[in-house]
């Protein structure tokens, strides 16, 4: 998931792709058809796309009518027919959606302009605030914590406007051609759950009990259709997240879907279990974000107040990640305990990993699942035994140091 950085620095870099004077003529084309008059774009700069996308920021050097200063052009490349859902479509009909609503409560960009042919978006550029990811490696704690509180609350304002808009969603996927619009994770997941007991017993030793099966087939159930279900960005990692005046914005819906939101929760427990920057935050701090998330949503899911409903779907949830995550980021027999992301300050998979377990076990005996502590404790030593007693030295993000 988020081991790609889709956001890049202040500083101009001119994007070195061969790709980028198409992309400059082809939103020139596109924004012209839209405002009807000749419409001239100048000084691109990289914004970090990825292999599926050519991200930049454009200047509006001439129009005879009134444009944003500034633009951020994406353009994707022809589908590679390898992917399991088609990036452009998740990403131009998220957009669509998210700029149905009053620019006050909107949390991503405004989407200007879209070609589905040409496979281009032009939207808002939001600016060249710092992102999550840029707060949580600063130096800065009290920053840290707002921009935390804020990305809570911005995520819960998500879910609650977004809530019911599941049949919209899919009207517009199926516009732009799509054939599978369902949560990425979830297939992840569910492969999880198939293959990584074995993983697991010959990798680390440790067999499976019937009792942590059956739980997690229950826990699984949060991947079908509920009534907690809102629109989800799914990718929603500190790099994919603006820090700004008005809260976090969210930045990239390549596999945007609608899910139980309690997935996206669960992120505020233990933090961002898909990125290559997860580290530990103060605990005080998770507590503070799951209050502050609860506090948005309680709006539409009354009953969510209630821990005797939230704490269960909450600690599913964590199972899963846990459970997935383990299944992208354990080093198979004879594979080396590289961080996360190679080129990115990351933990250790190890660590990262060993933490994450630790906590589904203390989280496991406050929810009476003594099944589940013993398995977790059990595969917290033998990640130990295999990596060493550094795997137990998950550091805090530095700007908690």
């Not at 609650?160 to 732009?176: N, V």
């Amino acid at each position: 998931m988020s081991v790609e950085i889709t956001t890049g620095s202040p500083e101009a870099r001119v994007p070195a792709s061969s790709g980028v004077t198409d992309t400059v003529g082809t939103a020139e084309s596109v924004l012209t058809s839209r405002t009807g008059a000749p419409v001239r774009l100048a000084d691109p700069e990289d914004l970090g796309g990825s292999d599926r996308s050519v991200v930049m920021r454009v200047r509006v050097a001439e129009t005879p009518f009134e444009l944003p200063r500034t633009l951020v052009v994406k353009h994707y490349g022809a589908p590679s027919g390898t992917e399991r859902s088609d990036p452009f479509a998740h990403e131009a009909a998220s957009c669509q959606l998210a700029t149905a609503l009053p620019p006050e409560i909107r949390v991503g960009p405004e989407l200007i302009a879209q070609d589905s042919d040409r496979r281009l978006l032009v939207l808002e550029d939001l600016g060249r605030g710092s992102t999550l990811a840029d707060v949580l490696f600063a130096d800065d704690p009290r920053a840290a914590e707002r921009a935390l509180l804020a990305w809570a609350r911005s995520l819960g304002r998500l879910h609650t406007t977004m809530a019911g808009r599941e049949a919209d969603f899919d009207a517009l996927m199926r516009r732009l051609g799509a054939t599978s619009w369902t949560d990425p994770v979830a297939e992840d997941i569910r492969q999880a759950l198939t293959e990584l007991p074995e993983v697991i017993e010959q990798t680390l030793g440790v067999a499976i009990p019937q009792a942590v099966t059956e739980r997690l087939d229950r826990a699984a159930q949060l991947l079908a259709a509920s009534k907690y279900r809102s629109f989800s960005p799914s990718d929603i990692c500190p790099d994919n997240s603006l820090v700004t005046g008005n809260g976090a914005r969210f930045l990239d819906f390549e596999w945007a879907c609608v899910r139980d939101i309690a997935l996206d929760a669960a992120y505020l427990q233990f933090p961002f279990p898909s990125s290559w920057c997860s580290y530990a935050m103060p605990e005080h701090l998770a507590e503070s974000m799951l209050a502050t998330w609860r506090s948005e949503v309680v709006e539409v899911w009354p009953d969510l107040d209630q821990d005797e409903v939230l704490r269960p779907r909450l600690f599913e949830a964590q199972m899963l990640w846990v459970w997935v995550s383990t299944w992208w980021f354990l080093p198979r027999a004879g594979q080396a305990d590289t961080p996360i992301a190679a080129h990115m300050p990351s933990p250790r998979r190890s660590t990262a990993l060993a933490e994450r377990w630790k906590r589904l076990c203390t989280d496991a005996e406050t929810s009476g699942n003594s099944e589940v502590a013993e398995y977790a404790n059990r595969v917290v030593d033998a990640l130990v035994e295999r990596f060493g007693s550094g795997a137990l030295e998950l550091r805090t993000y530095p700007a908690f140091r």
